[in-house]
């Protein structure tokens, strides 16, 4: 079973795994890459790596905006083949959502739809455990995760719920409705009381009989 960065770390210390273990394997494997920039005699990018440990692959959200699918066809042959394991960020999926609101325009009559296929680019493409932004890891290093408040910054382990939302809706309008059921379920189950019925003597013996 695959530990998540916020899961308790499976030594048994109480920390998140990202306090802990995973900084000790992160220091034990250090993961060169060296990347040639192309040049006039050889046009390609050559990235050299351990092959035992292919990297960690994220992208700046205009990349995902601007990914078509021969793209994503590209990267899913270098992960079949090379290993690597492609991740988007909290900050991907924030700059993503903030256009789901825009309007139309001469450019893109539908930006609704424009965003929501990015976000849906995420799920084809990448691992399901979303990356922490790098305020988030900053102000964690430095024991302020205090301000960190959900609030206003969305927990990487509720991102791919939203996400699911947010793929399964036709419109802004139909999404809205759909979070709005999804809360309205939420609240109405967590104030149900749970009742537990005992059954008298006499029942449980008319029951058996």
């Known amino acids: 079973m695959k530990v998540g960065r916020n899961d308790r770390c499976p030594c048994g210390s109480g920390k998140k795994y990202k306090k ?26 050559i990235v050299d790596y ?21 793209d994503i066809r590209a990267l899913q042959c270098l992960k079949q083949n090379r290993g690597f394991c492609y991740r988007y960020s909290t900050t991907n999926y924030v700059e993503l959502v903030s256009h789901l609101e825009d309007q139309p325009s001469t450019s893109y009559a539908n930006p609704f739809r424009k965003y929501q296929a990015c976000i849906e680019k995420l799920i084809q493409v990448c691992d399901s455990e979303v990356l922490p932004s790098s305020e988030m890891e900053l102000l964690a290093m430095a024991g302020l995760e205090h301000y960190l408040d959900p609030a206003w910054v969305p927990r990487p382990n509720q991102i791919p719920f939203a996400i699911d939302i947010i793929t399964k809706a036709r419109d802004l309008n139909d999404l809205t409705l759909l979070f709005r059921s999804f809360l309205w379920r939420f609240i109405r189950n967590s104030a149900q009381p749970r009742i537990h019925v005992r059954r008298k003597p006499q029942q449980l013996q008319n029951a058996h009989v």
Do not use: G
Not at 20 to 45: A, D, G, H, M
């Open 50 to 70: 351990d092959l035992q440990r292919p990297p960690d692959v994220f992208f700046d959200t205009n990349v995902w905006i601007s990914m078509n699918q021969d």
């Open 20 to 45: 802990c273990c995973l900084q000790k394997e992160s220091q034990n494997k250090q993961i060169q890459v060296k990347v040639i920039r192309p040049t006039s005699q050889n046009p390609n990018w």
